[in-house]
C-alpha cells in the first residue's frame, strides 16, 4: 500500500463522515485514478467500497448496490477481502427492500 493511497482513502472517509459530499467525491474519484494508473485493485475496490455505501446510505439506489456486492461475491478471491464488509452492506438494502415489499397492515383479523 502508498502512502497517497491511504491519505486518499481517509479523506475520503473524512468527507463520508462529516457529510462533506465535495471533499468526499473528489477524494474517492483521486482513490479510483491512483487505482487504474498504478494498477492497484486494492484502491480501486475501496473505491468501489465507498460507491457502494453512498448508493446504499445516501441515494437509496439499493438494487444497484446489490449489483456491485454480488459481482464481487462472484469472484472469491476478490470477497475474501472484505467479505464481512460486503456482508455488512448487503443487508442494508435487504433490509430495507424487504421492509418495502410487506405491507403496512395486515388484511388478517
Not at 491519505?7 to 468526499?24: F, I, P, S, V, W
Not at 480501486?44 to 461475491?73: G, H, K, N, P, R
Not at 464488509?85 to 433490509?95: A, D, Q, R, T, V
Amino acid at each position: 500500500m502508498k502512502q497517497g493511497e491511504n491519505l486518499y482513502r481517509l479523506a475520503a472517509a473524512n468527507g463520508e463522515m462529516t457529510h462533506d459530499e465535495e471533499k468526499k467525491q473528489y477524494y474517492t474519484l483521486k482513490l479510483k485514478q491512483y487505482g487504474e494508473f498504478a494498477d492497484d485493485s486494492f484502491s480501486l475496490l475501496f473505491y468501489d467500497v465507498f460507491t457502494i455505501m453512498s448508493l446504499i446510505s445516501e441515494q437509496q439506489a439499493y438494487e444497484e448496490a446489490l449489483s456491485i456486492i454480488d459481482q464481487y461475491f462472484s469472484n472469491p478471491k476478490l470477497a475474501d477481502v472484505f467479505e464481512v464488509l460486503f456482508l455488512l452492506e448487503k443487508e442494508k438494502p435487504i433490509m430495507v427492500l424487504n421492509a418495502l415489499r410487506k405491507p403496512f397492515f395486515s388484511s388478517k383479523k
